[in-house]
């Protein structure tokens, strides 16, 4: 089971911190990533990290958001700053333990976190 948290409401400019827990028979050496999908579009993913800590960012996001995780909380990070009404969309975590970087093909996704951004 995957739960996001952290969503919300902010003002272009402005910082959000998502966080999503892992529980159940998914914990273990898992490759994580957020991905987001905003009203009309198709799922993208945002950022990517493997079992051994190396990371991915898709190009809209490098520099402003940075993956992270607390193995000893089961628990995957996305810190977003320098937010752009762009990035408003519903943010997903999934987890896999195939690394699939940022393609959708993880097997295990949350229900998603909204994030939106005002201009």
């Known amino acids: 089971q995957l739960v996001e948290s952290g969503g919300g409401s902010v003002q272009a400019g402005g910082s959000l911190k998502l966080s999503c827990v892992v529980s159940g028979v998914i914990r273990g050496s898992l490759c994580m990533a957020w991905f987001r999908q905003a009203p009309g579009k198709m799922r993208e993913g945002v950022a990517s990290i493997d079992s051994d800590g190396n990371t991915s960012y898709a190009d809209s996001v490098k520099g402003r958001f940075t993956i992270s995780q607390d193995n000893a909380k089961n628990t995957l990070y996305l810190q977003m700053t320098s937010l752009k009404p762009e990035d408003t969309a519903m943010y997903y975590c999934?987890?896999?333990?195939?690394?699939?970087?940022?393609?959708?093909?993880?097997?295990?996704w949350g229900q998603g976190t909204q994030v939106t951004v005002s201009s």
């Open positions: 999934a987890a896999d333990r195939t690394d699939w970087w940022l393609l959708p093909r993880y097997n295990y």
